[in-house]
Structures are given as C-alpha cells and as structure tokens.
Antibody, heavy 119, light 108 residues
Framework: QVQLQQWGAGLLKPSETLSLTCAVY????????WSWIRQPPGKGLEWIGE???????DYNPSLKSRVTISVDTSKNQFSLKLNSVTAADTAVYYC?????????????WGQGTMVTVSS | SYELTQPPSVSVSPGQTARITCSGD??????AYWYQQKSGQAPVLVIY???KRPSGIPERFSGSSSGTMATLTISGAQVEDEADYYC???????????FGGGTKLTVL
C-alpha cells in the first residue's frame, strides 16, 4: 500500500528557511503530481504547490516568491523549501499525491509535520 | 484570487441526510472535490470530479454540482461521519487552487 512519510525541522526562527521532505514508499513515482498543503492551527487548508516526476513545478501565487518544490526521482522523494518564514507560516504541513486520472485530487496524504515559527 | 464559500457548520441527527454546500464563481466550468478531516488526522478524499467516489468510501457519500454551487450529500449520516469537510477547486484558468473555509458536521 502506498505510503507518504514526511520529515523536517519543526521549530524555526523568523527569517529562516523551512525545509521538509516527503518519501514515497511502495508505488510508482512517475505518473503523478506531488503537492504540499498546509493548515494553520485551528484554520483551513491551503495548497502550497506541486511538482511532477520530471521536476516541473506550479505554485500558489500568494507564496510563489518564497517557495521551491523539487523532486529526487532516484530516491522517490520530493521536497519543500519556504524562505523568510514568519509566524504566519506556523502550520501543519502535509505532502500529498495527485493521480493524473483524478483531476486535481489528492488521494494519499502524509502524516503531517507541525512547523512552528517563533523567536 | 479565487474563493470558495462553505457554511461554517451543519448539524443533523443520526440517520438523517446531511448536505454541505460550496459556492464558487468558476464551479460551472471546473470540478469540485471534497475532503473529510477528523480531529488530529490528515484529510481524506471522499468525492472527486463533482460526483465520483474513490474506492473504500461508503456509498452514503455522494456529490453533485449545479451552476455556481457544489453539494456534498451524506445519506443516513452516522456518528462516525462527524468531521470537518472541505471543498476544493480551481479557478477557470487553473491559476488558483483553493480550499473552502470548511464545514463542521455534527451528528447527534
């Protein structure tokens, strides 16, 4: 059964760079899009961006200037970097899989990583 | 930017039908997706492309869309269906991918 396992630093200071990685276990890496989504405490979900297996990325316009999503197909992993973080970036960050035959749906999600930005 | 609007809360008794709406200007041209999120857990896809149900999702979950409104219907809601539900879609140019604000479903 396909699983997404994610990890990264959970506590950052303002202006630092958030860095998270998501590994895909048991399943194909190609033929899907791979996304990052976040959820501030007590609030709703926000799509951050996605990358496909060839490395082509698409980002939420509101975060585009600070975000990079990349892929390492040799390891079946994809990563998120978010620059110049502030307290507003405090959230649970999820990685998720997007099957090509399901539109823009996310059918498999990682377990989530809580990232806190505090001085 | 683009926005999807959901009611903050919906409440039904067990066995009743729950309907959660999602409104957005681009919905006549784009698909709606629905996610269920229970407390402390990652979201789960329950409906994609307006009305398709992923494998493993109970038949009591269904979706529809008409004009600028999409609807998630839970027929015969059960206590275990209590959760936050989020709609998701794109604007007509696929420049914005957004979630609705979420609806808290109470079944009691």
């Amino acid at each position: 059964q396909v699983q997404l396992q994610q990890w990264g630093a959970g506590l950052l200071k303002p202006s630092e760079t958030l860095s998270l990685t998501c590994a895909v276990y048991v399943g194909s890496f190609s033929g899907y899009s791979w996304s990052w989504i976040r959820q501030p405490p007590g609030k709703g979900l926000e799509w951050i961006g996605e990358v496909n297996h060839s490395g082509s990325a698409d980002y939420n316009p509101s975060l585009k200037s600070r975000v990079t999503i990349s892929v390492d197909t040799s390891k079946n992993q994809f990563s998120l970097k978010l620059n110049s973080v502030t307290a507003a970036d405090t959230a649970v960050y999820y990685c998720a899989r997007g099957p090509q035959d399901m539109g823009v749906a996310f059918d498999i999600w990682g377990q989530g990583t809580m990232v806190t930005v505090s001085s | 930017s683009y926005e999807l609007t959901q009611p903050p809360s919906v409440s039904v008794s067990p066995g009743q039908t729950a309907r959660i709406t999602c409104s957005g200007d681009a919905l006549p041209k784009t698909y709606a997706y629905w996610y269920q999120q229970k407390s402390g857990q990652a979201p789960v896809l329950v409906i994609y492309e307006d009305n398709k149900r992923p494998s493993g999702i109970p038949e009591r979950f269904s979706g529809s869309s008409s004009g600028t409104m999409a609807t998630l219907t839970i027929s015969g809601a059960q206590v275990e269906d209590e959760a936050d539900y989020y709609c998701y879609s794109t604007d007509s140019s696929d420049n914005y991918r957004v979630f609705g604000g979420g609806t808290k479903l109470t079944v009691l």
